[in-house]
């Protein structure tokens, strides 16, 4: 018996291990079940329940092609390699662009053998996932088994990542099979904390930013110059060795004040209380006695507006490919000398500790943010190894010097310069049929399995920036008196799944094919409807200014009748859907769009007072869209 354990696996984790390992040595506790009762399975898998399965032989891997979270195919086959060693029995097979297809392939190439298709769930929010065993259809030699996760082994891929980018290799360790040994996973860390970097950025840039900016440096070196004389002043003054201050100074800024002033030289707590803070914090000698570069922010400063600026254009630099990473300290100075020196500086990059600092005062925040371009790309230069032979700072006296300084400032001002013109279209409006076309597509593919007599549909659909996959229920009813469409989009925050999106047709057969016209043009509208749904959800397929927050506990709300049947048609992400997706079935159909909405809503049998709410919201709502029409 061969199990099929396809997935995306970016990457692959403790978890996944773990799930391998259990089929193999017949630990698992899985449950062997079918499209229809997958639910069932699912939660009786989560409770302790098991099927007696037959032994597996071997677990073949397909992870799915792609880069997902700046990890890639090829890392994440790299990585099951380095399991393998621990796993007899396991193969690596490339899973191409979609591993469940090439799962399947696989099953259908080989129909003399029995397989399971395997899917690992967490916890029941993951039951939705064995929907995917509708990929199978067609091949009753190869049957679905899930597979809860071991208590403990409950890992998420996006937990590792963040892991993965602090560095902690005693917190990684907890994320990866406790198999592998320390050069194994350092060989896996160095696979994946560049690549990570992006996506942490790409969730939290700003906050990333706010951690990157950590000092104010002209504040720091003034008091390291005030901290050095006063001790060398109080040395002389009070006949003791200046080493002797600085244990005592330690050992009174190590701990509790009422406990550490006890064991403190009453000489030098005096010097404390009448000299040192006068001028300085406490948070500053301590760092000064660790030795430190005193790169600490003042309590009362913020982190400047334009640093969401400088997040984003850092975002850009990544998604063009520019090597960045690791990341390079970033400091400000509010020197207002510097400032009103003609010749004052404006930034420097320093190779030796990878440190850009960035001179702030009196400055245009779009400057600065300039600058902070132009010295990004003599970090790229460092990280390439262009930089070390650089002994001067002034280009009349070194040709390489000139030479890097030009492609600093061509390159910097030119990436800046798309940085902007790519910032502002994206805080456009989307363009007006933007999914049209695959929209159509879904639908019409919809319909004809609905035509051909098809109890069910599943078809992977994928774009320059959409990709999800499509399950279809075509279900010939007497309780309906005519047709029904129903639909929901399910999407994958962990970045492990897919987005999907469910339609589901019930139909009197009766009236069949006299409503094939509608049921087509419902269709189009169901469709877009929920296309617009993975747009502002939290996933692969979130795209810039629709981030929408959930609004899961109104719909149930409301699903109980707590809450007025209008208030679901309030919800910002019910407003944007039902624009898009009647918008496109008044085009399909050649209809005024108001006509379609009103006719939508009649069918609704709301409140007048909350359909106008209603209508009032979708009005204001349409330019932000770029649909120019009115209601």
């Known amino acids: 018996m061969i199990a099929l354990y396809p997935g995306a696996f970016k990457p692959p984790h403790r978890g996944h291990f773990e799930v391998v390992k259990s089929l193999l040595n017949g630990t698992h506790n899985g449950q062997v079940y079918t499209k229809d009762n997958y639910k069932d399975a699912g939660a009786s898998s989560l409770s302790g329940k098991k099927s007696i399965v037959d032994k597996i032989d071997k677990v073949i891997v397909f992870p799915g092609g792609g880069e997902r979270n700046g990890i890639t195919k090829g890392e994440s086959i790299a990585i099951w390699k380095i399991y393998s060693k621990y796993l007899p029995g396991i193969e690596v097979i490339d899973g191409e662009k979609n591993p469940m297809f090439a799962a399947k392939e696989y099953a259908k190439a080989n129909t003399d053998e029995d397989f399971y298709a395997i899917t690992g769930i967490r916890s029941e929010d993951d039951l939705v996932d064995l929907r995917r065993i509708t990929t199978f259809t067609n091949t009753p030699h190869v049957q679905g088994l899930v597979i809860p996760a071991a208590k403990g082994n409950e890992v998420r891929a996006s937990q590792l990542r963040q892991a993965a980018l602090s560095g902690n290799l005693d917190e990684l360790r907890d994320f990866f099979p406790s198999q592998l040994n320390r050069e194994e996973l350092l060989s896996i860390l160095k696979m ?27 504040f720091f070196e003034s008091d390291t110059e005030k901290i050095d004389r006063a001790i060398d002043r109080f040395s002389k003054e009070s006949s003791l060795d200046s080493d002797f201050i600085k244990k005592n100074l330690q050992i009174y800024f190590s701990g509790d004040k009422e406990d550490t002033q006890d064991k403190t030289d009453s000489k030098v707590l005096s010097f404390i209380r009448d000299v040192l803070y006068k001028f300085t914090e406490p948070r500053v000698i301590k760092a000064y006695l660790k030795g430190e570069r005193l790169d600490i922010l003042k309590e009362e400063s913020k982190v400047p507006e334009y640093t969401k600026y400088m997040a984003s254009v850092l975002e850009y630099m990544i998604d063009e490919g520019m090597k960045v990473t690791p990341l390079p300290e970033i ?56 930089l070390g032979n650089i002994g001067t700072t002034n280009t009349n006296e070194d040709d390489d010097l000139l030479e890097i300084e030009k492609e600093a400032y061509l390159k910097g001002n030119i990436t800046f310069r798309n940085w902007e013109d790519n910032y502002k279209n994206k805080n456009k409006v989307m363009a007006e049929g933007r999914y049209d076309k695959i929209s159509t597509q879904v639908s019409s593919d919809l319909f004809k399995s609905l035509k051909d007599g098809e109890t069910s549909f599943f078809k992977n659909y994928e774009t320059d920036d959409l990709d999800f996959q499509v399950h279809g229920d075509f279900i010939p009813t007497g309780s ?99 624009i898009q997706g009647m918008y496109f079935r008044a085009k399909k159909e050649k209809r005024p769009f108001a006509d379609v909405v009103k006719q939508y809503f009649d069918d609704q049998n709301l409140p007048k007072d909350d359909y106008e709410n209603i209508l009032n919201l979708m009005r204001k709502r349409l330019p932000a869209l770029g649909i120019k029409q009115r209601l």
Do not use: C, W
């Open 192 to 218: 994946l904390k560049d690549n990570i970097i992006s996506e942490i950025m790409n969730e939290k840039m700003e906050n990333l930013f706010e951690e990157m900016f950590t000092s104010e440096a002209s």
């Open 331 to 386: 400091k400000i100075n509010k020197d207002e000398a510097n400032a009103s020196n003609f010749f004052g500086k404006t930034a420097y990059y320093d190779p030796n500790v990878k440190e850009i600092v960035l001179f702030v005062e009196g400055r245009h925040p779009k400057d600065i943010v300039r600058s902070f371009v132009h010295e990004m790309i003599h970090h790229m230069q460092n990280l390439e190894g262009r």
């Open 480 to 578: 309906v008196k005519y047709f029904d469409v129903d639909g929901d989009a399910d999407y994958d925050e962990t970045g492990e799944g897919n987005d999907s999106i469910r339609v589901i047709v019930s139909y009197n057969p009766k009236v069949v094919p006299d409503a094939y016209k509608d049921i087509a043009y419902t269709l189009k509208d169901i469709v877009r409807h929920e296309i617009e749904h993975l747009t502002h959800s939290d996933s692969d397929n979130l795209k810039p200014g629709k981030y929408m927050d959930d609004d899961s506990f109104v719909r149930a709300l409301v699903k109980l009748e707590k809450l007025p049947k209008g208030d679901y048609f309030k919800l910002e992400k019910e407003i944007d859907a039902n």
